[in-house]
């Protein structure tokens, strides 16, 4: 009998194309799922794209809300002072400042002080005497604050002294000054300069005398000063003011001037409206990308007629729909305010749909009413930063649809899983039946063959009786 090796090789019968094509049919509902399935992972991505837009349009409202303790003048306004002579002094500001021109008269520069101390030492000699004790204590009092500096036996030079010093953040800076004899001093400066900021030393620790050492001296009178400190001499408008070193916070509202050298100049301050201008680009911006991403994830290409990912969504429409009413609704916040709208203000929809930041028409409005330019931005930044949180929440549209999504596709998971196994089955069926019928008309056409044979033979035989 003849051997069979594989299904459809005795029978003629192909086997192989007849599954593949039974199982083609058989798969269909599982392809379908799998579409569907994309379908929804494709549109879970694109509300990750809106929400990242929408995420970058809440930044920059964000950046045009007042703090709840500020009005909107207060928030936004930025002011630049300019020094005719910029070497004489340098100036800033900040939103408390007043537009205007003073004059500025330097006539001395603060002075730190300086001291030093009474006696010298040869270099890596010991300078402080212990006594019975392991540490004394120097203390530096600036303004009424006193840091204790504890100083033990690994500190006894004037090198071990001037690291302590300098490490304590005490109000002066320690250096070691070597003579022509190689002897050693500590000279002890003030980091700023004027009379609030000198320092006076006590403490416990005693230093050696290298002419009588049984006869330490104290701390409090180890030091000798070589320069007082002083105050600077400044008149603005010709009135004399108090300063504290050489910068001077409170002599102008809203204005800190750093002097440099004596002279004469004139101080200009006037409103700056740089910063404001970049945070209103950088809202326009926000929104023309949000824009773009909406038109572009609901898109339908009527040549190839494909729709994108979420084209005729019902989230993409509330977003848009809701961030545009916030942007075309006068706040209740604009009632009184003279200007209502953010076209007042020179931010106006195009016909695309887009905004754009008309400069000119800005700078008129900010410099004819600063006020009420300052409130519409206020009230559309704190509209549309509540639009968009509420937008972004974890119970908004976007996650409730993105969560939806995500529940779909798991259970279009656990549906075609259940097929796959199903399918498996229904192959393994379908090769058994197959190959059974193989084997089956294998053997008859093995049969009609030997039929054949001996029927041929009969009638040979009655041919030649």
Known sequence: MTTISSAGVGSGLNIESIVTA??????QPLTNLEKRQTSYESKISALGTLKGALSSLQ????????????????AFSGFKATLADSTIATATTTSAAVAGTYSVEVGALATNQRL???????AGAAVLDFGSDTSRTLTLTKGGTAVDITLDS???TLAGVRDAINNASAGVSATIVTDTSGKQNLLLTATDGGTANAVSISGTATFIDPAN???PIAASSAFNQTQAATDASVKIQGISIATSGNKITDAIDGVTLEINKTGTTNLTVARDNTDLKSKLETFVNAYNSLNSSIKSL???????????????DSTLRSVQSQVRTALTSVPADLASNPLKTLSDIGISFQPDGSLKLDSTKFEKAASTNFSATANVIGAFGNTLKTTTTDLLATNGVIASRSDGLSSSVKALDRQMEAMENRLTIIEKNYRARFTSLDTTMTSMSTTSSYLNQQLTLLSNMATNN
């Open 154 to 156: 690994s500190q006894n």
């Open 59 to 74: 930044t920059a409202a964000k950046a045009l809300t007042p703090a709840s303790t500020q009005t909107a003048t207060a």
């Open 298 to 312: 609901g898109a339908y290409n009527s040549a190839t007629k494909t729709a994108a990912a979420l084209n005729g």
């Open 22 to 27: 039974l199982m083609s049919v058989e798969k």
């Open 213 to 215: 050492p049984g006869s």
């Open 116 to 122: 030093a101390l009474g006696k010298t030492y040869d």
